[in-house]
């Protein structure tokens, strides 16, 4: 075995292993943790295949922004473990269900059929000049200029919807308005009263 396949196959390990705790770990806590390290073996694969770009944004964007703003949520949160794990048993055989049906989906879609290594190529090495960032640019925004701009679409509704939703007006909430703050004086604002001091008497002893 070739030392780049021994490194392929511990990482793959890793990662299926990680990705196993993400979803049995009964610690919100830990489950997060998890899936850091499954995005870290995800990237080191990325790097065997030359996807320097790729493996470099999965660690920063995710691994150093988003899970470690869903560390602090959960974290934060004080979530009631006793509680999470009452209705286990309950929702148990559907959740096997759907789990043997992606299991099915996932079978069919990327079998031997499709992605055999009879159908796959071998990688093509590249000289020290090849940028992977300018390739993958290049199919971005050539072959698929037209997914990526509706993907760009649906995430710009998905935000003026989530802003939307946040700054509905609520009965029991207190809103700002900017407008008035801006406009208020100092008189209106701090208000001095004159007060005579007060001497203590010494105490009787």
Do not use: C
């Amino acid at each position: 075995m070739e030392p780049v396949q021994f490194v392929f196959y511990a990482f793959a390990t890793v990662l299926v292993l990680a990705s196993l705790a993400v979803i049995t770990a009964r610690n919100p806590v830990y489950s997060v943790l998890f899936l850091v390290l499954a995005f870290f073996t995800s990237a080191a694969i990325w790097l065997l295949l030359e996807a320097e770009f790729l493996a470099i944004t999965l660690v920063l964007v995710y691994v150093g922004a988003v899970m470690v703003l869903f560390l602090f949520v959960v974290m934060m949160l004080d979530i009631n473990l006793d509680q999470l794990r009452e209705g286990f048993a309950k929702y148990l055989p559907v959740g096997a269900l759907v789990g043997f049906i992606i299991l099915v989906q996932m079978v069919i879609v990327l079998g031997p059929e499709q992605f055999g290594l009879d159908r796959v190529a071998d990688p093509v090495k590249h000289g020290p000049d090849y940028s992977n960032t300018k390739e993958l640019g290049n199919v971005l925004y050539t072959d698929y200029v037209f997914p990526f701009e509706l993907a760009s679409v649906i995430l710009l509704v998905a935000i003026v919807a989530a802003i939307a939703l946040t700054l509905r007006r609520r009965p029991e909430n207190k809103a700002m308005n900017a407008a008035d703050q801006i406009k208020v004086k100092r008189a209106e604002r701090i208000k001095l009263i004159a007060m005579a001091p007060e001497k203590d008497e010494p105490a009787e002893g």
